[in-house]
């Protein structure tokens, strides 16, 4: 599903529009959004902005191992815009360097598993960290 935040532009056919930053969280959520396009400012920003999405996106990758989605910006506020845009490139960083942490992670975990924790592995070594096979 591709999801357009916006409170005035013309929803682009195809999209599912949404009017408030936790309308757009709730489907990110769910695990059906497959492109999100934001605008900052929906009218109200007591109620919340576009850069609220980014934020949540941003946290949900750090503290859940959520996947994120496509993200644009469609904003005609230039500074929030950037501001966005500089939110968007964070996610995407972040998330690669949890994708790689991941992969260092099943390297040295199948390192670990060849190496240590297999029936030919000697006596000495298995006695000094204490491994036991059963």
Excluded at 61 to 87: D, Y
Aim: aromatic residues 12%.
């Amino acid at each position: 599903m591709k999801v357009y935040l916006d409170d005035e532009r013309q929803t682009p056919d195809g999209w599912h529009r949404v009017y408030w930053p936790e309308d757009a969280i709730t489907l990110l959520k769910q695990g059906i959004v497959t492109e999100i396009s934001l605008d900052h400012d929906l009218g109200d920003d007591e109620h919340g902005t576009g850069y609220d999405v980014i934020l949540w996106i941003e946290e949900a990758v750090a503290t859940q191992g959520f996947q994120p989605t496509l993200i644009r910006v469609h904003s005609a506020n230039s500074s929030t815009s950037q501001k966005m845009e500089f939110g968007i490139t964070n996610i995407k960083r972040l998330s690669m360097l949890i994708e790689l942490g991941h992969a260092l992670l099943l390297r040295k975990l199948s390192y670990i598993y060849n190496n240590v924790y297999s029936k030919n592995c000697c006596y000495s070594y298995r006695k000094r960290y204490q491994l036991s096979f059963v």
